[in-house]
T-cell receptor, first 114, second 110 residues
């Protein structure tokens, strides 16, 4: 089954404790991205990657890092989480040259930073 | 810049029609989308419309696009309790970047 998986699905952590949210897709997609969803703001793109070792900032990249060492994985790293990063996070993927309606979304990771 | 706006809440009675509205600012939009997010779940693509169309119908869903006014709407006929969710409007520009609206929470009551 074609899917995007994220782990963990729920995470409560404390300010300053580094964490990584993993994202993996099994469709051999080149393009992957991370979004955060906040009430009244919709989804905003954090980072995206066009292919292995190619990443770029989205609209709200501050406080986040990503890496793309393998095609299937695109982890989101919070080196020093702060309470304003409490949010619902979505990973997504699609093939290069595909259009947005072909994009697959993961199930989401709800992060709380205290 | 690109901006997509929606009203935050809509409440309807079961069996009535729901109309969720969206306005956008980017005149170079290529596609416009409606996504559904059920409680505790991820995003599900409901439907999309190409920017040179003005209407698309898919079973209970009707999408209307007024390109002149940059207004998109989603009509759900015979709304059911299972339609209760957050609905996001989104657009893509020529670089195929997805821009999401703020989301409309639809509540269906019996």
């Amino acid at each position: 089954e074609a899917q995007v998986t994220q782990n963990p699905r729920y995470l409560i952590t404390v300010t300053g404790k580094k964490l990584t949210v993993t994202c993996s897709q099994n469709m051999n997609h080149e393009y992957m991205s991370w979004y955060r969803q906040d009430p009244g703001l919709g989804l905003r793109q954090i980072y995206y990657s066009m292919n292995v070792e190619v990443t770029d900032k989205g609209d709200v990249p501050e406080g986040y890092k990503v890496s793309r060492k393998e095609k299937r994985n695109f982890p989101l790293i919070l080196e020093s989480p702060s309470p304003n990063q409490t949010s619902l996070y979505f990973c997504a993927s699609r093939r290069a040259g595909g259009v947005a309606y072909e994009q697959y979304f993961g199930p989401g990771t709800r992060l709380t930073v205290t | 810049g690109e901006d997509v706006e929606q009203s935050l809440f809509l409440s309807v009675r079961e069996g009535d029609s729901s109309v969720i509205n969206c306005t956008y600012t980017d005149s170079s939009s290529t596609y416009l989308y409606w996504y559904k997010q059920e409680p505790g779940a991820g995003l599900q693509l409901l439907t999309y419309i190409f920017s040179n169309m003005d209407m698309k119908q898919d079973q209970r869903l009707t999408v209307l696009l007024n390109k002149k006014d940059k207004h998109l709407s989603l009509r759900i006929a015979d709304t059911q309790t299972g339609d209760s969710a957050i609905y996001f409007c989104a657009e893509t520009n020529p670089t195929d970047k997805l821009i999401f609206g703020t989301g409309t929470r639809l509540q269906v009551f019996p």
